[in-house]
């Protein structure tokens, strides 16, 4: 990768141009992604809860855990686009004692 | 002049009028309190009438214009914000039953700046719960789009969109996170500015997200947007994200004149998933304003489609912590699509957050080199007209029968929180219907020029009259 460009990683976007070539929509190839993907249950969010520091009554779990998994679903997109190290975040770290 | 006309009239024609004593502000804000006792049944946009309030600041400017203290173009010219902006001694729900009661002790400074410059606040506006909830299930109801009662205004700023719609007011403000001002005025076809991130400040102004959230003026006419800009821009003290830079003269914008003005038009993206009938009113518009002089340019945004699920991440992280507390002593309290969101949000990683936030560099960067190409990029106001209010079975969570997680991150909006840059949303045309919705374009620009986008937006308009053209429930 070069350091002065952008790139998306193409292992997500490869597998989802093959199963449209043998054929799934393109959301349907999406859809198979996200299912061969770990799903994410009440019971494992009520372990993550420890590291929250948050109680949910598992009534709420049930609520989040589909939530949860629909927007990590989206957020896939984020995850997969590979930076540049000289990228930084936007809002970065300003001394400002004025 | 009949009472009932004055509602018709633009603040800037208002102002006309009150300046030279041809109206009083005591007839025009009686006019536009009538107005509201008329519609606000049915539209739904104020949570809150303060009459005895704006009638007695009436009479106060009546008094002052009489006696030769005017104070500039919105003297006695009635104004209301979205119910999130704090108002001293006023109500402010935030359009929550978690602060259905809350009565803040201090002004924010858009509705402050806007009262020292004579402005009357004549209510408050309805909203979706702490500007993101379902509009639907909260205490105060769903607000209705005046062109035609069955459909959503959209949100967040729902009340701020449709009671300009519906005449029940001239001037006012809306707020918008990932594009909860440009939404409403593409839904209700009115003007929706966010200014550049800086550019006014949003101290009093409930927070969403800290580094997302902007406040910006909701009207009927770039000109009106201008006014309001110039009062409320500037630094604030009490808002250190605010910029130091000069506020300029937008007045000096409203030539009608756009010769020699760059308007970009992307190639990727923006127009992919637009309607047909949204796309021909675009084009033409982009048409009319090449036919005036404008120059019009390709442009490309390689990475605009990851504008709105980083964004996303941003919002809801950022308010899963402002809103730690209430969430964990009064989750009963929120929307349920609120809290859906926000106990979500509390799973996200920091490094997502920070991705995400690296995400924005990359649109900064991209968007940059737009304007390095063209003075204006215009867009969709959003890519298809106004839909079916929600019914409260389905509005109370994102998880919906058949919804592809894809179709709820689309828009055009988002990128503009993301850069911070200005972004004006105006009528261009209407659909075909039935029923006949309005159709929006969206201009953006450089940081800081929101003269460039009042000097294109106000021009269109000169030589056009979609503005002017009103809803149904507008001739009731």
Redesign the interface.
Known sequence: MTMSG?KTTVSRRVAIRTLAFLGASA?LA?RLIAQVRQQITPEA?GQ?TAI?D?E?TDE?LE??A???Q??L???Q???D?E?DDL?????TFRV?WR | MQSHELVFMSGMDLADLIRTRAVSPVEVVSAHLDRIDALNARVNAFITVTREHALARAREAEQDIRSGRYLGPLHGIPYAPKDILATAGILTTNGSRATADWVPEYESTITDRLNKAGAILIGKLNLLEFAMGSGTLSGFGPTRNPWHLDYSPAGSSSGSGAAVAAYMLPLSIGTDTGGSIRGPAAANGIVGLKQTYGRVSRYGVTTLSW?LDHAGPMTRTVADAAAMLQVIAGHDPMD?TTAEDPVPDYSRALTGDVRGVRIGVPTNYFYEDADPDVEASIRRAIDLLEEMGAIVVDVDV??A??AT??G??IA?SEAACFHERRL?ETPELFDPLIR??L??A???TAT?Y?????????L?SEMKEVFRRCDVMIVPGSGSVAGLLSSPEVAG???REGR???E??RGTTFIGN?TGLPAMTMRCGFSSGPPRLPVTMQLYARPFDEYSVFRVGHAYQTVTDWHEQRPPVAEQ
């Open positions: 952008f959301s999406s969010l993550a929250l948050q949910f709420r609520v989040i589909p939530a949860l629909w927007n679903h989206q957020f997109l984020v995850r686009l930076l990228v930084e975040p936007a809002p400002n | 580094t250190p390689p990475h489609h990851y699920s980083a996303w991440i809801m964990r859906e969101r106990e979500a509390k799973f996200y997502d920070l991705k995400a936030s690296r995400v924005r560099t990359v900064i969570s994102d998880l592809e997680p894809g709820y991150r993301m």
